[in-house]
């Protein structure tokens, strides 16, 4: 299963002083891409939380291979690696304007109880869609 | 009332590409200065939170005279404008290691509920150590 | 003149513990704003920028009616309020899918040589798109 | 060889609405320690930017055991891998006020020129601070 955000366009305050993106919001570019998905799907990551189920990223992997800069429109692509267990593993891979691969990446997320703050299992609406 | 930060020292990833702090950092200077207050006047802003509490920002002027540079040392100096109503006042200026100034302003912070989203009045605690 | 962004859905990483937007983000939902329709009016701020023109803010004012939550679709309105001179000043409100006004403020914006780090005038290419 | 900074504590606007530390701001901590370290070793960052040589992330893996909240006292250790080569490997440790391991990683740094935007060799100041 994979989901393709559509166009983005990068922000000036995402730069730094090195003239192109700060390498931390390539993990808020994934975010936004598996949140989106989940819109997609019909399941309301605000709900989930409403309901008491957080997912907070456990593990990380980013790999770099050419820098975006200000103005450039790019594309996150998302992957679930596996059917979701006790944690769910996303590939990423951004693509931009010029059909060049910027980063590619791994995330492991958990589910997590607000109120226990202990893990959880997965919740049935996502074993559901994702399978 | 006034308060004065120990020296912070500026992030590279607060920067952009202009070579400079990026001006929305300046907003989070403030926040930090003023929390940071709370905490020394022996108010735990996280508490009052978990009471019920929230203080969101209503109103901001900035003023910016020259920026700040990564690896730059500053200090923001806090001042509470009026004694606490329903809002607090608060005004801000922020020096760096040649005492030059970089930034003044203001912030209007009102009292929120998180259960109702209303405005509430000023908490006892504030008051007391406010005046 | 007026310009006015598509929506843009709110992102998770712009939320704080407030559970909204943190507040200095609108600032980059302005900056973004203004730079969408520079490139709209055909004039590249990257190009701009090196030639040796930087347009820092060096004056903001911020009006917070009601917060933007995770998942909100917003639109930016900027308004070039006088002729370019020596100074850009825009107004901007900030709209969103319920057509609530959500904030409402002003910048100005400068002209800088990153080179003599002096003020300079209006460039031509903006005196133009923008009478 | 190895550095561990200060106290740092946790800012308000590095949470998000999970209520702890957005993971992303992580990687500006990492960030934070090692320039802070090469300061202390006497070397400037800025400076080396300056004569064109830059220090972009190429690869990063993180592992969070457990969350940092508002407020939280944290410590972050960097430890150099390798001796210096074609890039650099530091790995961190994270560590809050309750000597609780928060998180750990590693990063790969490479060495760029802003001119050519291609890879160039360490530079013998950071060959002999190392070594």
Chains 1, 2, 3, 4 share one sequence.
Not at 82 to 102: G, K, S, W
Request: glycine share 4%; net charge neutral; charged share 20%.
């Amino acid at each position: 299963m994979k989901y393709t955000t559509n166009k983005i366009t990068v922000r000036y305050s995402e730069t730094d002083q090195m003239q192109f993106v700060h390498h931390s919001n390539y993990l808020k570019y994934f975010e936004l891409a598996r949140l989106e998905w989940l819109t997609v799907l019909g399941v309301s990551y605000s709900e989930m939380e409403k309901k008491g189920i957080l997912m907070p990223v456990v593990r990380v992997n980013l790999d770099f291979k050419t820098p975006l800069y200000f103005g450039d429109e790019f594309q996150v692509s998302v992957v679930l690696k596996d059917l979701p267990r006790a944690t769910l593993v996303f590939d990423y891979e951004i693509i931009n304007q010029h059909n060049q691969i910027i980063c590619s990446g791994t995330t492991i997320l958990a589910f997590l109880s607000p109120f226990t703050k202990r893990p959880m299992r997965c919740p049935e609406i996502l074993l559901e869609k994702f399978s």
